[in-house]
Each structure stands twice: as C-alpha cells, then as structure tokens.
C-alpha cells in the first residue's frame, strides 16, 4: 500500500465518524468526479481555471490553507486523494453532515446547500452514485494515475 493510499484510507475512517449518514466517501468522490471532469484527474479547465478530478479553484485552496494551516497547492489536487481531502475539509468546514450537503457546498460554495442553484448538480451526483450502489459496482480508482 502507498503512502498516499495509506493517508487517504486513515482520513475516510476518521471523517465518517463527524457525519450524520453513513456516506460512502469512494463513491460519492466518483461520482462528483464524473461529473465535473469525466473522471480525468488531470483535468484543467481554463476558463474556470480548476484543477484535477473534482475541479478545485484558488478560492478552495485559500481557505483551506487558512483554516488548516497548509501549503496546498492547485497543482495538488491533480493527486486523487488530495481532492478528496480537499473535497471532505471544505464540506466539515462549513458543517456539511449529509452527502447532499457535501456535494452542494463544493458546487456553490459555503452556503451552497441552501442554494438553489446548486440542486442540479446535486441531482446529478446523485444518480451516479446510486448507480454504483444498485449495480454493486465499486470504484477503484486508486489503481488508476497513483
């Protein structure tokens, strides 16, 4: 097992115990990773300027580094287990419990659960990851870009 694999691994164990669902967090970051980059963990978009499988901007990585002392980078993320982290601390920074309230919060920001424009997305995700539930399907995507 990689170091990387190993953090990741330790990090979903302790994050699941802050939530108020049991979310499936390999599942759930799939399935937004789908959405948002068709699953490339190189992804850049230009425009947006956002970086890797789930498609983080500056304004992510700022806060993130602000509230947990870090020296995140953009480029960081084109690591699949640093968007991870990213995605799950940006959601527990703004109380995110559900796995709609994380989905919703990295789309729209830190009030994005209460937005409505941020429902689409969330629907999105969702299908996706009801999917792989139903099917009995389950990402493996650490074999992939490691």
């Not at 115990?17 to 992804?43: H, K, N």
Request: a positive charge; charged letters at 20%; glycine letters at 6%.
């Amino acid at each position: 097992m990689s170091v990387r694999t190993f953090v990741f691994v330790f990090f979903i164990v302790s994050v699941s115990s802050m939530c108020a669902e049991d979310i499936d967090w390999p599942r759930l970051i799939w399935a937004v990773g789908q959405v948002e980059s068709a699953g490339d963990t190189f992804a850049y978009n230009k425009k947006e300027k956002a970086y890797g499988l789930l498609q983080c901007r500056q304004g992510v990585v700022t806060d993130l580094n602000q509230t947990y002392h870090m020296g995140l980078r953009l480029e960081d993320l084109y690591s699949p287990a640093v968007s991870a982290w990213a995605f799950k601390h940006y959601g527990l920074r703004y109380k995110a419990r559900t796995a709609e309230q994380f989905v919703r919060i990295w789309n729209a920001g830190p009030d994005g659960h209460r937005q409505s424009c941020s429902l689409a997305y969330w629907y999105r995700v969702r299908a996706l990851y009801t999917k792989t539930k139903t099917r009995g399907w389950y990402p493996t995507w650490f074999s992939v870009n490691s």
